[in-house]
Structure formats: C-alpha cells, structure tokens
C-alpha cells in the first residue's frame, strides 16, 4: 500500500515562505511524476506543480517566478518551496505521485493559509 505523507503547512503572513514535503511510504519504485495540486473552499483542485523522473517541471501560470519543486527520485520525496505568499495562495495542498502503470495516489494534504 502506497502512501504519500505531506508536511510543512501552516499560517504565515503575505510576503513570507512555506516549504512543503511529500514521502512516499515505498521504496525501490520510481514514480513517473510527482506534484503538487491545491484546492481553495469552494473551488476545485488545481495543478500548482509537477516534476518528472527527467527533473522537466511545469508550473501553474499564477505560481511562476513564486514556487520552486524539486524532487529526490531515488528517496520518493517531493519538496515545494513558496516564496511571496499571496493571500489567494490559502489552500489546501495535496502530494500526488503518478506510477508507470498510470495508477494515482494522492496524500491527505495540508493547510497553507496566507493571512495578516
């Protein structure tokens, strides 16, 4: 059973910096892609960033120039760090690993709110 656990939420202010971590719970399998996907209440979850085996990224439009993701392939762990946190940043951040055979897991997420 595959799990994806992720760490670092919390409140922080406009302007500050979160860093985000997602481990997997496996070992001696390589996850295609893995990524960071968000979801504001009442809105539906959206792609923030994702990173492949190739280290080759893709960001969502509104977090550019902002959040950086990188990964260790061999250890299953995604890190996401943000900078210039922006209230509509207020989220809940889920870890999603893509396998080989196209299965999706998803962790629990955590809360990052933006908040003076």
């Known amino acids: 059973q595959v799990r994806l656990v992720e760490s670092g939420g919390g409140l922080v202010q406009p302007g500050g910096s979160l860093s985000l971590s997602c481990a997997a719970s496996?070992?001696?399998?390589?996850?295609?892609?893995m990524g960071w996907y968000r979801q504001a209440p009442g809105k539906e979850r959206e792609l923030v960033a994702t990173i492949t085996t190739s280290e080759s990224t893709n960001y969502a439009d509104s977090v550019k120039g902002r959040f950086t993701i990188f990964r260790d392939s061999g250890k299953n762990t995604v890190n996401l760090q943000m900078n210039s946190l922006k209230p509509e940043d207020t989220a809940v951040y889920y870890c999603?690993?893509?396998?080989?055979?196209?299965?999706?897991?998803w962790g629990q997420g955590t809360q990052v709110t933006v908040s003076s």
């Open positions: 999603r690993a893509d396998s080989r055979s196209r299965r999706v897991y």
């Open positions: 496996v070992s001696g399998f390589t996850f295609v892609t």
